[in-house]
């Protein structure tokens, strides 16, 4: 049973809700420099290949083969779009097609030794970035903004389901 927004309003408390808005000011600023550093790597990048494209390479790298419909789903992206970006990857090596094993008509995206690679460099650059960001926190502090934002992050990916609850039913209310 799912709370419809006004009830869900009236359980929070006003310090509550303040804590929560700054916190949606620090996401907001968060996702804006998150931008802005990538904006940055991006004019650095290899050559031909779209910054955003490298999400193709984390998922096959972390989920494994798969199709373009799928990927599609998981980066919320058109298949078009995806499409277009993993021929650019294939074209410079980073992954390569293989056929679907459960149909063979179709065929499954799948990262290249090269592929993996450049993924880890890529990690390791920006695991370097990382460090130098927190170099001058204590030890605790770097510990308790991982433990946080993993939460954080759990809380948000199992409050998906019922905020796509909320707007079907707020649509079907209107």
């Known amino acids: ?3 419809d927004t006004a ?3 009236a359980v929070f408390t006003a310090a509550e809700l303040d ?3 700054e916190l949606g000011v620090q996401l907001v600023r968060f996702v804006r420099a998150i931008h802005k550093a990538k904006a940055q790597v991006a004019k650095q990048g290899p ?3 779209e910054r955003a494209a490298y999400a193709i390479l984390f998922h096959l790298i972390h989920d494994g083969p798969q199709r373009t419909s799928k990927l599609a789903e998981a980066l919320h992206a058109e298949i078009s779009t995806i499409s277009r970006q993993s021929s650019s990857l294939v074209q ?3 992954i390569e097609r293989q056929a679907d094993p459960e149909d063979g008509r179709a065929c499954l995206l799948a990262p290249t030794t090269e592929g993996l690679r450049v993924f880890e460099e890529n990690r ?3 695991n370097q ?3 130098e960001v927190l170099a001058d926190w204590p030890e605790e502090d770097r510990q308790t903004l991982n433990n946080l934002l993993a939460r954080l992050n759990s809380g948000i990916e199992t409050s998906i389901p019922q905020i796509a ?3 079907s039913a707020q649509a079907k209310g209107a």
Do not use: K, P, Y
């Open 129 to 131: 970035w990382l460090a």
């Open 19 to 21: 804590v929560a808005d």
């Open 1 to 3: 049973m799912t709370m």
């Open 124 to 126: 390791r650059q920006r």
């Open 7 to 9: 009830t869900r309003e």
């Open 92 to 94: 410079h090596g980073l």
């Open 165 to 167: 609850d909320q707007v």
């Open 47 to 49: 050559d031909g290949i």
